[in-house]
C-alpha cells in the first residue's frame, strides 16, 4: 500500500528540501544550464531512474525515462533561470535561506520546486 501524498512528503521532506537547495546553488541562468542537467541527470540515476544528457542549440537537456510500455507521461521543465539584479536579493540568489517557513532562491518557485516535485512524483 503506498502512502497517501502528505504522507510521503513528510516522510521524504528533508530529502526533497535538499534537493531544492541544491538546485537553488546551481547557477543555471540561461545558457548556463549545463551543470543543472547534470545535477538533475545523476540525482535520476542515483534513484534507478534511467537518465540521459541531450544537447540542444548549445544548451542541455536532462531526460529521464521510467517504466516501460507504449503508454507515456512526459513531465517537462525548464532548468535555466532569468539573470538576476545582485541588489534586489534578501537573502542572495544562489543561497538557499530558509526564512519564516519558506525556501528563498533563485529558482525555488519557478521552476526548480516543481522539477523537485516531478522527480519524488517518479519514485
Known sequence: MS????????QHREEILALLREMIACDSVTGKEGPMAELCARWLREHGIEATLQPCKDRHNAI??????????VISGHLDTVPYNVGDWRFGPHNPTEHEG???GLGSSDLKASIVGAYFASL
Open 3 to 10: 502512502l497517501d501524498p502528505q504522507s510521503f512528503v513528510r
Open 102 to 104: 519558506k525556501l528563498y
Open 64 to 73: 529521464g525515462v521510467v517504466g516501460k510500455g507504449e503508454r507515456a507521461l
